[in-house]
């Protein structure tokens, strides 16, 4: 299969934060994202999804590693002493070329 390189940003952090996350991520380049409330736990504890505004949400991008080079750097600096959040990137192979 012959696809373009790309990679999957995931951001998952306080619903309260998605529109600082929202507007960096337009910063960056990516412009495209799903977004949906999750639940989970961790060393702060558990978090569920049941009122929305103290959920957590989860942030996926797709994006050309050109607009992911400067997103997951400035996520350090900007949010961490801000805001609960966990965020990686993976290399993956996409289906529909024409997309990305």
């Not at 619903?15 to 409330?37: D, K, Y």
């Not at 994006?63 to 290399?91: G, N, S």
Request: hydrophobic share 40%.
């Amino acid at each position: 299969m012959n696809s373009p390189p790309v990679k999957l940003g995931t951001i998952t952090c306080a619903a309260w934060a998605r529109e600082p996350v929202h507007r960096l991520r337009h910063e960056a380049g990516a412009h495209r994202s799903t977004r949906c409330t999750v639940e989970g736990d961790g060393h702060q504890g558990g978090r569920t999804a049941d009122i929305q505004e103290f959920a957590d949400i989860q942030n996926e991008v797709i994006v050309r590693p050109t607009a992911a080079a400067p997103l997951l750097p400035r996520l350090a600096p900007e949010f961490f002493p801000k805001f609960t959040l966990i965020a990686d990137e993976t290399a993956i192979r996409v289906l529909r070329r024409e997309k990305f």
